[in-house]
């Protein structure tokens, strides 16, 4: 019960707007003094014809900023809405802050289930009659041509019970006819709530925990370490860096059960791609029901399901993407982030956030503990365990899959000389060969990312970089002057496309292209006999595709896969004892600061295919640039030594995790004003802080320059501290809000993972 001084509101509205992205106060109203909490979802009147809107109550307090008598009355609360806890509207305001959008946009993050639908029901359609009655009575309906009856008789006479989806579906019959046949007294419609469960079927059935795993030594001191801290009662950040295979999540589950015997919940994010049946039977053999599901094919009803679950406390365990960070468990003891380095941690709509960050903050707000894995940890992670920001544990055998594979780099200019133009190298022929007359499977891997367009030097590996930012250019050839010109995606740098190449002279300079289809059609020229499969985003726009390629793989149905990146992550294939990765500079150039880590994230992946089981796995990685870094650290499997020149270059360039980025991007439906705003808010950036000298790149136009008629500009503040750019980023929400841009409007994104 409130105190009856607490009567009002402030209210966040749900438009997304600048202009309103503020606290709203309101009345409330007698009736809903009691019923009101911080949280909840209302419908509220407002603006000048006081139409409903939906609105979010962030604080109830007795204080009125206005006069009393001119305030406007809450109308009612939303039924079914979802309230948000106390501390997701903390967390929601953080991510405002710190990343730059609306409250709404940020509320609405962290409540990813707008609305509470109801309860899935199941309806079955039922047989009044016997058996025999049924029977008759289809041949009744026969004779009277009533075909829907006559059928749905007939096959209730054979079945007692249908679902009614198959009723209506296969049997196509209308609703009306089961109504129709309702009113006779025949049938009976039946309906059924059930509790959407996430759990499969089979496993739902007859689940019961496997006896655990032995942890080893290594594994051991890991979970002992932080299950300490953890009953100590210290909180902090740990970094597991293991390589595939190395029992990382035998250390997650361990510890998640410790997590719970001290009456904890633990959050656990998997990328969406690596969310594998395997690993999900292995969390459920282990804890059964306490744990539930999260991923993008869940309806919004079995959505809500699981967060109603979880709120209630039902279940301990949630696994999933991104989003499952906003799980309203009450006990939050523990956050775990697997493959913590993949991109899609970070979102790519508003507001830009990254789920370890996120996670951070959550886990200071819950007091409960983090922990990352990778393979391959990002550069942010590394840089801060290196700082002792965060605790650093490493596991560095593989236990099971057997050795690591052999690598074999080789150099496509030496390919050129010797008069070998096939994207094949000579090495990869053979060793595809040889794994056809074996009956071996090979998996070939070209990275979509190449499409961006960098141009190099087939004959001497040279790239055409900006002076500026140190990043490859990209080609646009203009289709009216059928010209090319190269340009940086960073600060807009512009020049004429070559010829030549500006270091040996040789004709072959390119923009590099080559896709998944081409090197599909290559390898039936070149291999007649071989079984191939294609997965990239063409053959996967089903739904069930990505699924269906994989186990077609899997049942050696084929002898190669080409694909994109989504084939390098997580699945295991005993008989895949060869990796060709076609154009490792393909990643290498992508015209970002994160191409280098990007890159050695894929080979390092790429490379963790081969040889899993007893057989021995080689790698064929191919490059123009044999000699970069990233290739050489790569090869080796030498995360540290990449570690070190990648750092040093960012240091050297102020990209992050050393210094700070944040992008601006104006959006117009006008191209000059467009470009006149970027430059304004550019030059206001510039001098927001003068003392703090922060380094501006641009405004320039983004590198898809219109998208739906809306012109997009943009423009680069980098910064050691990151904090001065949010206080850039203040300054320039402030300095919007004054002015009238009714079509405009600017997204902010920090420490971007992708080109605009
Ligand atoms: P990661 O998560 O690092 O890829 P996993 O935890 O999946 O590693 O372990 C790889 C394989 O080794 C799995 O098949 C797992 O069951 C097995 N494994 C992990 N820890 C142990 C252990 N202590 N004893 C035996 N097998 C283990
Ligand atoms: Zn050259
Ligand atoms: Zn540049």
Same mark, same amino acid.
């Given at each position: 019960?409130?105190?009856?001084?607490?009567?009002?509101?402030?209210?966040?509205?749900?438009?997304?707007?600048?202009?309103?992205?503020?606290?709203?106060?309101?009345?409330?109203?007698?009736?809903?003094?009691?019923?009101?909490?911080?949280?909840?979802?209302?419908?509220?009147?407002?603006?000048?014809?006081?139409?409903?809107?939906?609105?979010?109550?962030?604080?109830?307090?007795?204080?009125?900023?206005?006069?009393?008598?001119?305030?406007?009355?809450?109308?009612?609360?939303?039924?079914?809405?979802?309230?948000?806890?106390?501390?997701?509207?903390?967390?929601?305001?953080?991510?405002?802050?710190?990343?730059?959008?609306?409250?709404?946009?940020?509320?609405?993050?962290?409540?990813?289930?707008?609305?509470?639908?109801?309860?899935?029901?199941?309806?079955?359609?039922?047989?009044?009659?016997?058996?025999?009655?049924? &029977?008759?009575?289809?041949?009744?309906?026969?004779?009277?041509?009533?075909?829907?009856?006559?059928?749905?008789?007939?096959?209730?006479?054979?079945?007692?019970?249908?679902?009614?989806?198959?009723?209506?579906?296969?049997?196509?019959?209308?609703?009306?006819?089961?109504?129709?046949?309702?009113?006779?007294?025949?049938?009976?419609?039946?309906?059924?709530?059930?509790?959407?469960?996430?759990?499969?079927?089979?496993?739902? +059935?007859?689940?019961?925990?496997?006896?655990?795993?032995?942890?080893?030594?290594?594994?051991?001191?890991?979970?002992?370490?932080?299950?300490?801290?953890?009953?100590?009662?210290?909180?902090?950040?740990?970094?597991?860096?293991?390589?595939?295979?190395?029992?990382?999540?035998?250390?997650?589950?361990?510890?998640?059960?410790?997590?719970?015997?001290? &009456?904890?919940?633990?959050?656990?994010?998997?990328?969406?791609?690596?969310?594998?049946?395997?690993?999900?039977?292995?969390?459920?053999?282990?804890?059964?029901?306490?744990?539930?599901?999260?991923?993008?094919?869940?309806?919004?009803?079995?959505?809500?399901?699981?967060?109603?679950?979880?709120?209630?406390?039902?279940?301990?365990?949630?696994?999933?993407?991104?989003?499952?960070?906003?799980?309203?468990?009450?006990?939050?003891?523990?956050?775990?982030?697997?493959?913590?380095?993949?991109?899609?941690?970070?979102?790519?709509?508003?507001?830009?956030?990254?789920?370890?960050?996120?996670?951070?903050?959550?886990?200071?707000?819950?007091?409960?503990?983090?922990?990352?894995?990778?393979?391959?940890?990002?550069?942010?992670?590394?840089?801060?365990?290196?700082?002792?920001?965060?605790?650093?544990?490493?596991?560095?055998?593989?236990?099971?899959?057997?050795?690591?594979?052999?690598?074999?780099?080789?150099?496509?200019?030496?390919?050129?000389?010797?008069?070998?133009?096939?994207?094949?190298?000579?090495?990869?022929?053979?060793?595809?060969?040889?794994?056809?007359?074996?009956?071996?499977?090979?998996?070939?891997?070209?990275?979509?990312?190449?499409?961006?367009?960098?141009?190099?030097?087939?004959?001497?590996?040279?790239?055409?970089?900006?002076?500026?930012?140190?990043?490859?250019?990209?080609?646009?050839?203009?289709?009216?002057?059928?010209?090319? #010109?190269?340009?940086?995606?960073?600060?807009?740098?512009?020049?004429?496309?070559?010829?030549?190449?500006?270091?040996?002279?040789?004709?072959?300079?390119?923009?590099?292209?080559?896709?998944?289809?081409?090197?599909?059609?290559?390898?039936?020229?070149?291999?007649?006999?071989?079984?191939?499969?294609?997965?990239?985003?063409?053959?996967?726009?089903?739904?069930?595709?990505?699924?269906?390629?994989?186990?077609?793989?899997?049942?050696?149905?084929? +002898?190669?896969?080409?694909?994109?990146?989504?084939?390098?992550?997580?699945?295991?294939?005993?008989?895949?004892?060869?990796? &060709?990765?076609?154009?490792?500079?393909?990643?290498?150039?992508?015209?970002?600061?994160?191409?280098?880590?990007?890159?050695?994230?894929?080979?390092?992946?790429?490379?963790?295919?081969?040889?899993?089981?007893?057989?021995?796995?080689?790698?064929?990685?191919?490059?123009?640039?044999?000699?970069?870094?990233?290739?050489?650290?790569?090869?080796?499997?030498?995360?540290?030594?990449?570690?070190?020149?990648?750092?040093?270059?960012?240091?050297?360039?102020?990209?992050? !995790?050393?210094?700070?980025?944040?992008?601006?991007?104006?959006?117009?439906?006008?191209?000059?004003?467009?470009?006149?705003?970027?430059?304004?808010?550019?030059?206001?950036?510039?001098?927001?802080?003068?003392?703090? #000298? !922060?380094?501006?790149?641009?405004?320039?136009?983004?590198?898809?320059?219109?998208?739906?008629?809306?012109?997009?500009?943009?423009?680069?503040?980098?910064?050691?501290?990151?904090?001065?750019?949010?206080?850039?980023?203040?300054?320039?929400?402030?300095?919007?809000?004054?002015?009238?841009?009714?079509?405009?409007?600017?997204?902010?994104?920090?420490?971007?993972?992708?080109?605009?």
């Amino acid at each position: 019960m409130k105190s009856m001084g607490n009567c009002f509101a402030n209210i966040i509205v749900d438009i997304s707007h600048e202009k309103v992205d503020r606290p709203f106060q309101y009345r409330i109203p007698d009736a809903l003094q009691d019923a009101l909490s911080v949280g909840m979802a209302v419908m509220i009147p407002f603006g000048r014809g006081n139409n409903l809107i939906k609105g979010y109550v962030i604080e109830i307090t007795d204080h009125a900023e206005y006069d009393e008598s001119r305030l406007k009355m809450v109308d009612s609360i939303v039924e079914g809405g979802i309230s948000a806890q106390g501390d997701m509207l903390r967390l929601a305001w953080w991510i405002k802050e710190n990343y730059g959008s609306t409250m709404i946009a940020a509320l609405k993050t962290v409540l990813p289930v707008k609305k509470k639908l109801k309860q899935i029901v199941k309806k079955t359609v039922v047989c009044k009659v016997d058996a025999e009655t049924a &029977g008759i009575k289809a041949e009744e309906y026969e004779s009277k041509h009533q075909k829907a009856k006559a059928r749905l008789m007939r096959e209730l006479s054979i079945q007692q019970i249908l679902p009614q989806a198959l009723v209506t579906g296969k049997l196509n019959i209308t609703t009306q006819t089961i109504q129709s046949l309702e009113r006779e007294g025949i049938i009976e419609v039946q309906t059924e709530d059930i509790y959407r469960s996430t759990l499969p079927k089979n496993i739902a +059935d007859g689940w019961q925990q496997k006896t655990k795993k032995q942890l080893s030594e290594k594994q051991n001191e890991i979970v002992d370490r932080i299950a300490t801290d953890f009953r100590e009662g210290i909180r902090q950040t740990y970094l597991l860096h293991g390589v595939t295979g190395s029992g990382k999540t035998e250390v997650y589950m361990e510890l998640i059960e410790r997590v719970i015997a001290e &009456g904890k919940q633990a959050i656990v994010l998997i990328p969406e791609i690596a969310l594998t049946y395997q690993t999900l039977v292995r969390f459920y053999q282990r804890f059964g029901d306490k744990v539930s599901v999260m991923n993008s094919r869940l309806s919004a009803g079995e959505r809500s399901d699981q967060y109603e679950r979880a709120a209630k406390g039902d279940i301990d365990i949630m696994i999933g993407p991104r989003s499952a960070l906003f799980t309203p468990f009450e006990r939050l003891g523990l956050v775990i982030i697997d493959e913590e380095h993949e991109g899609s941690y970070k979102s790519e709509g508003m507001p830009k956030y990254h789920a370890r960050e996120v996670a951070g903050e959550l886990c200071r707000m819950k007091g409960a503990s983090l922990l990352l894995g990778s393979a391959t940890p990002s550069l942010e992670s590394y840089y801060r365990a290196k700082s002792g920001e965060i605790k650093l544990f490493e596991l560095k055998e593989r236990l099971a899959g057997g050795e690591l594979p052999k690598v074999y780099v080789e150099d496509l200019r030496k390919e050129l000389k010797s008069g070998n133009r096939s994207i094949f190298s000579r090495r990869l022929q053979t060793l595809i060969g040889d794994r056809l007359a074996k009956g071996e499977q090979t998996m070939l891997f070209i990275n979509r990312r190449g499409y961006a367009g960098f141009v190099s030097c087939r004959a001497c590996g040279h790239v055409m970089k900006c002076p500026h930012c140190d990043v490859s250019l990209s080609e646009h050839t203009d289709r009216y002057r059928k010209t090319s #010109r190269l340009v940086c995606h960073y600060c807009g740098y512009e020049t004429q496309g070559v010829s030549n190449c500006p270091k040996c002279g040789s004709k072959y300079i390119l923009g590099f292209r080559a896709g998944t289809q081409q090197i599909e059609e290559l390898l039936h020229r070149e291999f007649p006999q071989a079984r191939v499969l294609r997965m990239d985003a063409d053959t996967t726009k089903n739904k069930d595709s990505y699924e269906q390629i994989l186990s077609q793989f899997a049942n050696e149905e084929a +002898d190669i896969l080409v694909g994109t990146q989504m084939i390098v992550k997580g699945h295991d294939f005993a008989k895949v004892t060869l990796v &060709g990765v076609l154009a490792a500079d393909m990643s290498l150039y992508a015209g970002d600061y994160r191409a280098g880590e990007r890159t050695f994230q894929l080979l390092t992946q790429a490379a963790g295919r081969a040889g899993r089981s007893a057989l021995p796995g080689e790698v064929v990685i191919q490059t123009y640039q044999p000699e970069h870094y990233t290739i050489i650290h790569a090869a080796n499997q030498d995360y540290e030594g990449f570690y070190e020149e990648e750092i040093a270059y960012r240091d050297l360039m102020l990209y992050p !995790p050393v210094a700070h980025m944040m992008a601006v991007l104006v959006l117009s439906k006008d191209e000059l004003s467009g470009m006149a705003r970027s430059r304004e808010l550019a030059d206001r950036a510039k001098h927001c802080c003068p003392d703090k #000298r !922060p380094v501006i790149i641009g405004p320039s136009e983004a590198s898809i320059g219109r998208i739906n008629d809306i012109y997009r500009n943009i423009f680069y503040i980098k910064h050691r501290g990151y904090q001065v750019l949010v206080d850039i980023k203040d300054d320039l929400e402030r300095f919007i809000n004054t002015m009238q841009w009714e079509s405009d409007s600017v997204q902010f994104d920090f420490d971007p993972m992708n080109n605009y």
